[in-house]
Every structure is written in structure tokens, then in C-alpha cells.
């Protein structure tokens, strides 16, 4: 009890950049790894919080990339 705790809402108050867990709960529903600066609200990265989700939208930006190369100017598709 006391782990979960501890975990859940005492958590370091970082001034400038830290790692942040997101919830787009009026967008995607995906949950998010957000590098941000406390000090101006930058946002430095965003990554899936999810390794299996991070896998699927990697493989499908290399399948667009794949796909891109592949159809060459002056073909018909
Ligand atoms: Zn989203």
C-alpha cells in the first residue's frame, strides 16, 4: 500500500525536463511517453507508452516508406 503510494502521487517536482505519462482521453485513448520542460511547457519528444503499440506505428511508417519507394514515377499502380 505504501508502494502504491508512493508510486502514484508522490512523485518528484522536477524543474525543467521530465518524463511524463499522458492519456489523449479525448483524442486517441493512446497512452504517451512525453518529455517535457516544467519550466516553458516545451515539449521535447512524444513516444507510445505501449512497447507493442511503439512496434506497430513503426512498422506501419515503414511500410508507408516501403510503399512510397516502391511505386516509381511513371508507373500506373
Ligand atoms: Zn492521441
Request: net charge positive; charged share 25%; glycine share 6%.
Given at each position: 500500500?505504501?508502494?502504491?503510494?508512493?508510486?502514484?502521487?508522490?512523485?518528484?517536482?522536477i524543474?525543467?525536463?521530465?518524463l511524463?505519462?499522458?492519456?489523449?482521453?479525448?483524442?486517441?485513448?493512446?497512452?504517451?511517453?512525453?518529455?517535457?520542460?516544467?519550466?516553458?511547457?516545451?515539449?521535447?519528444?512524444?513516444?507510445?507508452?505501449?512497447?507493442?503499440?511503439?512496434?506497430?506505428?513503426?512498422?506501419?511508417t515503414?511500410?508507408?516508406?516501403?510503399?512510397?519507394?516502391?511505386?516509381?514515377?511513371?508507373?500506373?499502380?
Amino acid at each position: 500500500m505504501d508502494a502504491w503510494h508512493e508510486a502514484v502521487f508522490a512523485r518528484e517536482n522536477i524543474r525543467g525536463v521530465q518524463l511524463e505519462t499522458w492519456h489523449h482521453l479525448n483524442g486517441c485513448r493512446m497512452w504517451l511517453i512525453v518529455e517535457r520542460d516544467t519550466i516553458n511547457h516545451e515539449i521535447h519528444a512524444i513516444r507510445p507508452a505501449h512497447e507493442g503499440i511503439a512496434k506497430i506505428l513503426k512498422n506501419r511508417t515503414n511500410m508507408k516508406s516501403a510503399m512510397k519507394s516502391a511505386i516509381k514515377p511513371g508507373t500506373k499502380s
